[in-house]
């Protein structure tokens, strides 16, 4: 099979949004945007990703959370105009909150992410999102966990929770058990790393414990908007962990400049190929 990932879009729309939107974190957030970081993420490179995509036909498409900024109806109104572009649907689309889908206590509240984006992140037999998310596709189990909640400036910390935690340790039990090849969805990568006290997931510890106990065979993130590989320990041996960097980050820099990936999953072997923005031709190579 092959499977897409991308992460990290940061729609941006402020379209009918009242100045009071932004008596909250948000402030910080609009600051940043108006100190440059608004031109960074430009729609058209998504719609360019979306284009590649719908060209290429892989069999199952996921995003790791970050679909927008500032969590305003109007970014999520955007971004799920630009998901249904994409030619598999939302069944063939899995979904995962980041920090900035959940960026404030309301959106949270609210469920704006869920009620905006849900069909991308239902399970199968469900009738609304809940997490973690569970989507079982042929051969392969796509596993989504939220590490999406508020946090005050300038944190961008993750957590998932006890409740999620069990639920997850049992979903990947159950597929481990029916032979499939799962796939583990999540925002904030599951390891630390240099920014781990500002920007990493606080129980990174229990959900590492839960991998050794059930495995995986592969675990998919963003947030670190670059592209990451590491390994977490399973039962008969590492996982890998690959962190794809921003679908629509336009810089100058190869390294950094908007990306995703594709996998092709044969067995338990998995080819990863990097598709990068080209600027001059404006189209994915």
């Known amino acids: 099979m092959l499977v897409a990932h991308f992460s990290d879009i940061h729609a941006l729309s402020l379209a ?15 600051a ?4 440059g970081r608004r031109n960074k993420h430009p729609v058209r490179i998504f719609e360019a990703l979306i284009d590649d995509l719908n060209r290429l036909r ?14 305003l109806d109007s970014e999520f109104a955007l971004a799920r105009a630009l998901l249904d572009r994409l030619d598999l649907g939302p069944r063939e689309v899995s979904l995962v909150p980041g920090n900035h889908d959940v960026y404030v206590w309301a959106a949270r509240i609210g469920r704006a992410f869920e009620h905006a984006l849900g069909p991308y992140a239902t399970s199968d037999g469900a009738s609304e999102p809940t997490f973690p998310l569970l989507r079982v596709r042929g051969p392969i189990a796509v ?15 993750g957590w998932v929770g006890k ?15 029916e032979g499939r090849f799962r796939i583990v969805l999540l925002h ?28 995986a065979e592969l675990i998919l993130h963003g947030h670190e908007h670059r592209d990451l ?28 400049r908007a990306r995703y990936n594709l996998y092709r ?10 598709r990068v923005h080209d600027a001059a031709s404006g189209q994915f190579r």
Request: glycine share 12%; charged share 20%.
């Open 143 to 157: 596993i989504g966990i939220s590490t999406a909640l508020p946090s005050p400036a300038p944190l961008a910390d």
């Open 163 to 177: 409740g999620q935690l069990a639920a997850v340790e049992e979903a990947l039990a159950r597929q481990g058990s």
């Open 16 to 30: 009918g949004t009242s100045p009071l939107a932004f008596l909250s974190k948000r402030l910080a957030g609009g």
């Open 58 to 71: 892989p069999d199952h498409v996921v995003c790791t959370g970050d679909m927008v900024n500032l969590s």
């Open 229 to 256: 590989r590491n390994t977490v320990e399973g039962p008969h041996g590492p996982i890998p962990v690959i962190g794809v960097g921003s679908g629509t980050y336009d810089d100058p820099r190869p390294e950094r």
């Open 188 to 215: 904030h990568p599951p390891f630390k790393n240099r920014h781990a006290f500002l920007r990493g997931l606080r129980d990174r510890g229990a959900l590492q414990k839960v991998l050794r106990r059930t495995g």
């Open 32 to 35: 940043n945007l108006l100190l």
């Open 265 to 274: 999953i044969e067995g338990r072997e998995i080819t990863v190929e990097t």
